[in-house]
């Protein structure tokens, strides 16, 4: 019996080890996975919380959560620190453009310039100074936007107003007609155009949009020409654009208002199927 004994807590204590060294491994895992994503700045990061101890699952939920909030920090003082040089920039040129324009206006008025060689190139010089006036002033939209008025919005009427205006289009909602994210109505429904305009404007002929829960989570995918991999990290960069007639302020304004409304707006690296480009929109919890 005795010998027994020993051998049933032989067995025991390597199994023990064996499990100990096998879990051990899967920690160090996670953390250089973890270490890797945080030095490529990718803070989406969300590791798994099975197979683990109570105290390790708390940890690896608490630094899920940790990721999401460095990400929502730093997409904040990325557009922060854009509007600042928007505002700087606008300011510049409109102060530099308006002395152009006022200048050429009253030459192309003086009797002894109409009908002469000179006419035309100061009206060149006039209408390129309007058209740059114009061109900046759709900047101020970054710096003046209003506070955002949130209320639980419920997502399915938001998204048939939005079709309407679209009907061409060709649209897969999978949206339940009870889902509610806490939102201001307005910007969302401005978001959720510019990202159709975007697609129409890349080809598109397919909307999707997708809810994922429990987490307050919208999927917006098209299946126009995909975005081209050298542009991926500046597409939310204001002034950037890669269109020939865009003028680069739709996704940056658009990041702007979802993180006003204390969410985020983000391309992700992997489209959902039978799509080329998805972007992701996260909402804060719902307001009781």
Known sequence: MNVLLYIIIGCLAVVGVVWFWRHQRSLRVRAHLMQEAIRNHDFTFRLPTNRLLPGERAMQE???QLGDTIRQQVNQNEVESWERLTRVLTHEIMNATAPIASISQSLLGRPDVKGTPLEEGIHAIFTTSQHLNTFVDSYRKL??????????VLLSTLIHDVQQLYSNMTWDSAVADDVMVCAD???????????VKNAIEAG???IGIQHHGPAPLILVSNDGQPIPAEARKSIFVPFFTTKRT?????????????IQQGGSLSLLDQPQNGYHTTFALEFQKQQR
Do not use: C, D, K, V
């Not at 710096?143 to 639980?152: F, G, H, I, K, V």
């Open 185 to 195: 109505p307005n910007m969302l429904r401005q978001i959720l155009i510019n990202l």
């Open 143 to 152: 710096s003046q936007l209003q506070q955002p008025a949130l209320e639980n």
């Open 62 to 64: 608490t630094l899920n």
């Open 204 to 206: 598109a002929r397919r």
């Open 246 to 258: 865009g003028s680069g302020i739709g996704l940056s304004l658009s990041r702007r208002m979802m």
